[in-house]
């Protein structure tokens, strides 16, 4: 059981070069009862245990045809209107948090409980638009506000590791699917879907409750003890941090860099979602064995997993910027090597392709959000962060929505080409990262009044 956290704590409030004010102290385990290692690892969990939404899905849609007897587009539904609403869902968690209206322990707990009961209804519910509601809008609300949540949550508790608070969530999300790919490709029959999902239901709300009972968030500007912002300031990096916090409306007011960030990451979250929605159907269409399939799926995710955890690494050397641009073009070049391979291309080439895919695709979400914390500034980063994260909406209604419409509309010796040409989108992704700019702050004058005289201008009438 946690310790009870003392009342009364020592704090000192400093500022850095370039005016940031930090609060030091008190510890984690003094404010929470518990390490902050602890608090990490416990929102982990949570993320991990609802990742399997999304990157399981893909997998899941050749026995949902099956088991209901749906079109591909019908069981792709679902998914679309969940991967549009937790990318909607982004500010959400902090709107909340700011208002004092719900923490992320409650939050967290709630989205775990969300997924659980739209894995039941997928498995259950032979209705499209029953699994639409529960999958689509309460699976989709629920991951979102455990994602969101435990990357707020993480980001305020550690302000000194800039690869844990931009990362790991992000990371987990994508690993915590990784074991149940191989069993839903090979291993679920249409028989076994709804206690399998049922049984998968309890151990996401189970993990989800775990994960999130009782987490605080940090207190504002909130440094751990032991450790010296302003010498973390002053640490050289490959970019130069902001060059002020700035504002909602000073960051849209500052020229492209808000709105191309955006861009980036609904092109980057469209490639991504159709590879994820359409690429298990395609390769059983194309006649790969379902263990071609199963390991290129699983390649994919892990992938994807483990770029968000070392994008931030790299590009502490590399710079965010050229990082993102070079990871966009080669996510763009597999693609179009994966569509050529897809048909009767070795196994061991379609799972190093899928391999950078998930990469370059997955890397994109903590790219960004160092981006715009270097952009904006790190004191309101969160809300801007959380804003940009929500262009994945847009990412999801065109990537799951063109899926949809490729493996319904489309003949099938085609698939593979419209595959190749979602390589344009991270492409142009690619152009966008390496034109970003930081903005320079900006600063109003009020205007100074003056007094009518008739001589300078005409009396009103």
Same mark, same amino acid.
Request: proline share 8%; aromatic share 4%; net charge positive.
């Given at each position: ?71 591909? =587009?019908?069981? /792709?539904? @679902?998914?679309? #209107?969940?991967? +549009?609403?937790?990318?909607? &869902?982004? *500010? !959400?968690?902090?709107? $909340? ?79 915590? =699917?990784?074991? /149940?790919? @191989?069993?839903? #490709?090979?291993? +679920?029959?249409?028989?076994? &879907?709804? *206690? !399998?999902?049922?049984? $998968? ?82 390769? /059983? ?177």
């Amino acid at each position: 059981m946690p310790q009870e956290p003392t009342r009364h704590h020592t704090t000192t409030d400093v500022r850095d070069w370039r005016g940031r004010r930090y609060t030091v102290g008190p510890t984690a385990r003094e404010l929470t009862g518990l390490p902050r290692s602890a608090l990490l690892v416990r929102a982990l969990v949570a993320v991990a245990a609802v990742g399997v939404l999304q990157f399981g899905y893909g997998a899941a849609v050749p026995v949902l045809v099956e088991a209901h007897g749906w079109s591909p =587009a019908q069981a /792709l539904a @679902p998914f679309l #209107v969940w991967a +549009l609403v937790q990318g909607s &869902l982004a *500010p !959400a968690p902090h709107w $909340l948090r700011t208002r004092g209206l719900l923490g992320p322990g409650p939050v967290v707990c709630a989205g775990a409980l969300l997924c659980g009961a739209a894995l039941f209804t997928l498995g259950h519910s032979a209705s499209p638009v029953a699994a639409v509601l529960g999958y689509g809008v309460l699976g989709g609300a629920g991951a979102g506000l455990v994602y969101h949540s435990c990357a707020d949550l993480v980001g305020g508790w550690f302000p000194d590791r800039h690869t844990v608070r931009l990362g790991v969530v992000g990371g987990a999300f994508a690993l915590g =699917a990784v074991p /149940l790919l @191989p069993a839903v #490709v090979l291993g +679920l029959s249409p028989d076994a &879907l709804p *206690p !399998a999902s049922t049984a $998968l239901a309890a151990v996401v709300a189970a993990l989800g409750l775990a994960g999130g009972a009782g987490q605080r968030e940090a207190p504002e500007r909130w440094w751990p003890p032991g450790n010296d912002p302003c010498a973390t300031a002053l640490r050289r990096r490959a970019d130069p941090p902001a060059a002020g916090d700035f504002s909602m409306g000073q960051a849209w007011a500052s020229g492209r860099s808000l709105p191309a960030l955006h861009a980036v990451v609904a092109l980057s979250g469209t490639s991504a979602l159709f590879a994820l929605a359409a690429l298990p159907t395609l390769l /059983l269409g194309l006649g790969r064995p379902p263990s071609d399939v199963a390991a290129v799926i699983t390649a994919l995710a892990l992938a994807s997993g483990l770029g968000r955890l070392a994008a931030s690494t790299a590009a502490e050397r590399t710079g965010r910027r050229r990082t993102l641009a070079l990871l966009m073009a080669a996510t763009a070049l597999a693609l179009v090597a994966l569509a050529a391979a897809a048909p009767a291309g070795p196994v061991q080439l379609l799972v190093l392709l899928a391999l950078v895919v998930g990469a370059g695709t997955g890397s994109c979400y903590p790219l960004t959000r160092a981006i715009t914390e270097g952009h904006f500034g790190s004191q309101r980063a969160p809300g801007l962060q959380s804003l940009v994260h929500g262009s994945k909406a847009v990412g999801g209604l065109l990537g799951v929505g063109g899926a949809m419409a490729v493996l319904s509309l489309a003949p099938a010796g085609t698939h593979a080409g419209f595959l190749a040409a979602a390589g344009v989108l991270p492409a142009v992704a690619a152009l966008l990262a390496a034109r970003l700019r930081r903005p320079l702050p900006i600063r109003t004058i009020p205007r100074q009044t003056r007094v009518w005289t008739a001589a300078a201008r005409r009396a009103p009438m």
